[in-house]
């Protein structure tokens, strides 16, 4: 277990409609991430949060959103789902921004039908 | 941005055979290499990391090199068990000092009994 948890495991939802991931980093970690894995295109890094701000963005389409609340947890927002977004989601928590271990989540399964 | 290739994509061995895996990277400002183990279904975990002040890193049965001047990084298990099979994944830095990490596209390990 390294600490980090994710909701829900499991989601399957429709084409168009909206879904949050939640994430909750190790205690005393300020860094977030957000990954995308599917089986072509391996893991993909979407986003990253540091203490409530946005710190870099990577291939994260403008249909996703993401934030961190104070109290460091983060969500992951996708709306207008399509077949294509059906993946595993995962974030991971680092304790600061810099080159460092980042620990995964056990990730959230999404299938969009 | 960075691009990180990894191969092979599959490598089988046979119980108590040596295996290597093999990643270049094109950012050579990157600093950070970690190599993460995932089994079936579950999350990425961290086995070993290496930082570009230092040439090889050795833990147990598992060895990482790294070549800052080629830009590549290669992972060694040896005396493989079938417990070393899964899908392992090397990354790098992003951008140097930061922690933003590109993956490779992942290996597939078998270890045949």
């Known amino acids: 277990d390294s600490g980090v948890t994710q909701t829900p495991k499991h989601l399957i939802t429709a084409t168009g409609q909206r879904v949050t991931l939640r994430c909750s980093p190790r205690s005393g970690d300020l860094s977030v991430y957000w990954y995308q894995q599917s089986l072509d295109q391996g893991l993909q890094f979407l986003i990253h949060y540091y203490n409530g701000e946005e710190r870099a963005k990577g291939n994260i389409l403008e249909r996703f959103s993401a934030q961190q609340f104070p109290d460091l947890h983060s969500e992951l927002n996708l709306s207008s789902l399509e077949l294509g977004d059906s993946a595993l989601y995962f974030c991971?928590?680092?304790?600061?921004?810099?080159?460092?271990?980042?620990?995964f989540g056990p990730g959230t399964r999404l299938l969009v039908l | 941005g960075e691009n990180v290739e990894q191969h092979p994509s599959t490598l089988s061995v046979q119980e108590g055979d040596s295996a290597v895996i093999k990643c270049t990277y094109s950012d050579s400002a990157s600093n950070y290499f970690p190599w993460y183990k995932q089994e079936l279904g579950k999350r990425p975990q961290l086995i070993i990391d290496i930082r570009s002040n230092v040439g090889e890193k050795k833990d147990q049965r598992i060895a990482v090199t790294l070549n800052k001047t080629a830009k590549h990084f290669s992972l060694h298990i040896t005396e493989t068990q079938p417990e070393d099979s899964a899908v392992y994944f090397c990354?790098?830095?992003?951008?140097?000092?930061?922690?933003?990490?590109?993956f490779g596209k992942g290996t597939m390990l078998l270890v045949s009994p």
């Open positions: 991971a928590s680092s304790v600061s921004y810099r080159e460092e271990t980042q620990y």
């Open positions: 990354a790098a830095t992003m951008n140097s000092g930061y922690s933003t990490l590109t």
